[in-house]
Nanobody, 122 residues
Framework: QVQLVESGGGLVQAGGSLRLSCAAS????????MGWFRQAPGKEREFVAA????????NYADSVKGRFTISRDNAKNTVYLQMNSLKPEDTAVYYC???????????????WGQGTQVTVSS
């Protein structure tokens, strides 16, 4: 069983930055690919970014490419999402997830965090 806890969300003005963290409670963290997803009010949860167990392979949604960066520190069992040039449409609850591959598909992930709210004001 893997428990994931996100942190770092908050309120920021458009154009600003935030860094989300996701801490995993497992000694086998380095075996998992990690992903970030988000769900805006009234919308379905969507893929944001993912990286492989080594961090060597990354995958981004087109809407965040060039603005968001996913990274991980396997020694700290933590994955990060650096979000720059934030836009009001980035407002959502952000979830991290652990799975076997750095997929865009939610079904590929076995473990999920509770989410952290990100609000971008215009």
């Amino acid at each position: 069983q893997v428990q994931l806890v996100e942190s770092g969300g908050g309120l920021v003005q458009a154009g600003g930055s935030l860094r989300l963290s996701c801490a995993a409670s497992t000694r086998t963290f380095s075996r998992y690919a990690m992903g970030w997803f988000r769900q805006a009010p009234g919308k379905e949860r969507e893929f944001v970014a993912a990286n492989s167990w080594s961090g060597g392979r990354t995958n981004y949604a087109d809407s965040v490419k060039g603005r968001f960066t996913i990274s991980r520190d396997n020694a700290k069992n933590t994955v990060y999402l650096q979000m720059n040039s934030l836009k009001p449409e980035d407002t959502a609850v952000y979830y991290c997830a652990a799975g076997a591959t750095s997929s865009r598909f939610q079904a590929e992930y076995s473990y999920w965090g509770q989410g952290t709210q990100v609000t971008v004001s215009s």
